[in-house]
Nanobody
Framework: QVQLVESGGGLVQAGGSLRLSCVASGSIFSINVMGWYRQAPGKQRELVATIISGGSPNYADSVKGRFTISRDNAKNTVYLQMNSLKPEDTAVYYC?????????????WGQGTQVTVSS
């Protein structure tokens, strides 16, 4: 089992910034992918950004150039720096973890943190 605890959500005006953090604990494999998905009301959950341990980040087109994902492997922590926020970024943001190259691995999700961007 893996537990994910997110922090850093909140209310911000358009053009502002927020930084999300997610700490993973439990049965963590050294080669893994962590990242962020989001779900707005009435919409499906969508990928925001992911990063594999020792690898390059992957971003949704809608956040490229505005969001930056990073990780601290020693702390099993992933961050999402969100700049130039737009009202359409309003959503619940979920932290994601999955082991890589492990047979039978399944994804784990955090409880979600609300990000609200006012216009």
């Amino acid at each position: 089992q893996v537990q994910l605890v997110e922090s850093g959500g909140g209310l911000v005006q358009a053009g502002g910034s927020l930084r999300l953090s997610c700490v993973a604990s439990g049965s963590i494999f050294s080669i893994n992918v962590m990242g962020w998905y989001r779900q707005a009301p009435g919409k499906q959950r969508e990928l925001v950004a992911t990063i594999i341990s020792g690898g390059s980040p992957n971003y949704a087109d809608s956040v490229k150039g505005r969001f930056t994902i990073s990780r601290d492997n020693a702390k099993n922590t992933v961050y999402l720096q969100m700049n130039s926020l737009k009202p359409e970024d309003t959503a619940v943001y979920y932290c994601y973890y999955n082991a890589v190259y492990v047979v039978g691995a399944r994804p784990f999700w955090g409880q979600g943190t609300q990000v609200t961007v006012s216009s």
